[in-house]
C-alpha cells in the first residue's frame, strides 16, 4: 500500500494514456482491456508504446504484454482467447445466484461452505469438497448476509489485496449516508462477492478500465440502479487498492458520474455524490482529476490492516480519509473521537488540527498540529525545519544542498512531469515506484530481439 512517487526514477519513467471510447480495439487479458502506456524518458517527445494489464501490477499475477504496434497472428489470438476464458470464474452470476438460491433453501445442517475453494457447496458436491476444509456451523442467513465474515479476505498486495472496514467505520459512513438522504449505494469495489448477490445487485466490473465483465446485461442493471426514481438517491462510495494509478481509477468514475447523468436527465452542472476512501498524500493528484473534491479529517481504519487502526496517535494514524463532493459542512464527524466543528472553515476536524490565522485554514493532513513557517509562508509538518540553504522546509537529516528530482520529459527543474507543458494531454506518469519496475524491467527484456517479442506475448 505504498504511495506511487510522483517523480520519475533515473532509469526511466511510463505513462498511461486515458484514451476512454478512442480505442475500442485494445487487446483484453483475463481482466478486460488492457491499458495503453508510453515509455518516456531522455525528453523525448515520444517513446514506443505497450499494452498491458489494467489490474495487476506484478507480471507474476498477470503477465499480459503487447507493443501497440506489434501484429498478432490469428493462432497466438486464439491461444489468447483460449487463456483468458480459462481464467473465468467457475460459474456465471446466473449460475451463482441460482446456486445461492438452491443453499438458502437447505435445512442449516445440509449448508456446506468450502473454506478452501471459497465456495458455498450443494449436497451433490461434497464429494468432491470431501478432503477440504469446510464450514458447517456459521452458514445461518444473517451471516450469509455479510460474505466479508464468511469469506478469507485476499492478501496479494499487488493485485487484489483486501482489507476491511473496523466496525467504527463502517456504521460511521453508513450512518452518515442515512443522514444525509441516501438511499441507494453504489459500492465500487468488492470482489469475489459474486455468489452471494443477485445480478439487481452485484457486477464482476474492473475499476481501472471501466469494464463489466458481463457485458451488455451487467450493464442494464447498472444504469437501472443509478436511476433515481421515486426520489431515491445516490451515491457512490469506492474504497480502490492504494497502489492503484489514480488517473485510470477517476477516469472510471467519471464515466459512472456521466452514466448517473445521462440515467437521471441531470444537467453538465450537477454531480452525482462520490466518496473516495484513500490515503492523504495522494491529495493532490485526487483533486487534480477531481476539483471539486475536498478531504474530510475522519481517519479510516481496517480490521485486518496490521497499521491502520483507530486510536494510534502521532504519525501512527491511519493515514486513510475521506475525499468528496458532498458540503463537509454537512459531515458530521464524531466529537466523542475528538473532532470539533471549525467555525471559520465549516468543517468538522481532527482534535490535532489547530486553525491558523495566517494560513486561515485547518492545515494538519495526517492528525498531528502543524506548525506556521514565516519563510515558507505555510503550514508544515511539525518534525520539519526550516533549511536556509534548500530554502524551504525539510526533514532535519535531509539531503541538504542536493538538486531536487525536476521534470523528467523536459529536464526542467521548475516544474513536475504532471504539469510539464510539452507533455501529451490524458496522460499520467507512472515512475518506477512501486509496479513500475515489472513494467520497465520486462519492457527491458522486450527491446533486445523480435523473436524475444514474439514468443513472449500470450
Known amino acids: ?109 445440509q449448508r456446506r461452505f468450502c473454506v478452501d475453494c471459497q465456495l458455498l457447496i450443494l449436497p451433490e458436491e461434497r464429494a468432491t469438497h470431501a478432503k477440504h476444509k469446510a464450514l458447517s456451523e456459521d452458514t445461518t442467513v444473517q451471516r450469509l448476509k455479510r460474505p466479508s465474515l464468511l469469506l478469507c479476505p485476499l492478501d496479494n498486495k499487488k493485485s487484489n489485496a483486501q482489507y476491511l472496514f473496523a466496525d467504527r467505520s463502517c456504521h460511521f459512513l453508513l450512518d452518515m449516508l442515512l443522514g444525509l438522504g441516501f438511499q441507494k449505494i453504489l459500492c465500487v469495489g468488492t470482489p469475489r462477492y459474486c455468489q452471494f448477490y443477485g445480478q439487481d445487485e452485484f457486477c464482476r466490473y474492473n475499476m481501472f478500465n471501466h469494464h463489466f465483465f458481463d457485458d451488455e446485461e451487467a450493464v442494464t442493471f447498472f444504469q437501472g440502479f443509478l436511476r433515481e426514481e421515486e426520489g431515491a438517491k445516490v451515491v457512490m462510495i469506492t474504497d480502490p487498492p492504494f497502489g492503484g494509478l489514480v488517473k485510470p481509477l477517476a477516469n472510471s468514475f467519471s464515466q459512472m458520474a456521466i452514466t448517473w447523468k445521462n440515467q437521471n436527465k441531470v444537467s453538465n452542472a450537477g454531480q452525482m455524490p462520490m466518496i473516495w476512501i484513500f490515503p492523504y498524500f495522494f491529495e493532490s493528484r485526487i483533486l487534480e482529476c477531481f476539483p471539486s473534491f475536498s478531504m474530510l479529517d475522519y481517519q479510516v481504519d481496517y480490521d485486518n490492516h496490521p497499521l491502520y487502526k483507530h486510536g494510534k496517535t502521532g504519525r501512527k494514524q491511519s493515514p486513510v480519509r475521506l475525499f468528496t463532493n458532498l458540503s463537509p459542512k454537512d459531515i458530521i464527524l464524531p466529537e466523542d473521537e475528538g473532532y470539533r466543528f471549525c467555525s ?87 515512475p518506477g515506484g512501486r509496479g513500475a519496475p515489472g513494467l520497465l524491467k520486462h519492457i527491458a527484456g522486450k527491446s533486445t530481439t523480435k523473436n524475444k517479442r514474439r514468443r513472449t506475448v500470450t
Open 1 to 109: 500500500m505504498s504511495k506511487i512517487m510522483d517523480d520519475a526514477v533515473d532509469s526511466g519513467g511510463i505513462e498511461v494514456i486515458i484514451q476512454n471510447e478512442e480505442d475500442k480495439t485494445a487487446p483484453r487479458c483475463p481482466h478486460g482491456p488492457a491499458l495503453l502506456f508510453e515509455k518516456t524518458g531522455n525528453g523525448e517527445e515520444k517513446g514506443r508504446r505497450f499494452y498491458a494489464c489494467s489490474a495487476c501490477r506484478d507480471r507474476k499475477d498477470c503477465n499480459f504484454f503487447q507493443w501497440a504496434d506489434e501484429k498478432i497472428s490469428e493462432a497466438r489470438m486464439l491461444a489468447r482467447e483460449e487463456q483468458n476464458r480459462s481464467k473465468m470464474p467457475l460459474f456465471s452470476h446466473q449460475e451463482y445466484s441460482s446456486r445461492f438460491r438452491e443453499f438458502v433453501s437447505l435445512p442449516l445442517e
Open 344 to 430: 471559520v472553515c465549516e468543517r468538522y476536524v481532527s482534535a490535532g488540527n489547530k486553525h491558523c490565522p495566517k494560513c486561515d485554514t485547518c492545515p494538519s493532513k495526517d492528525g498531528r498540529e502543524w506548525r506556521h513557517c514565516d519563510e515558507c509562508g505555510r503550514c508544515v509538518k511539525p518534525s520539519w525545519r526550516h533549511c536556509s540553504s534548500c530554502g524551504h522546509c525539510a526533514l532535519p537529516d535531509h539531503p541538504c544542498g542536493q538538486s531536487q528530482t525536476g521534470c523528467f520529459n523536459c529536464g526542467s527543474q521548475k516544474h513536475k512531469l504532471r504539469t510539464c507543458p510539452k507533455k501529451h494531454n490524458k496522460r499520467m506518469i507512472v
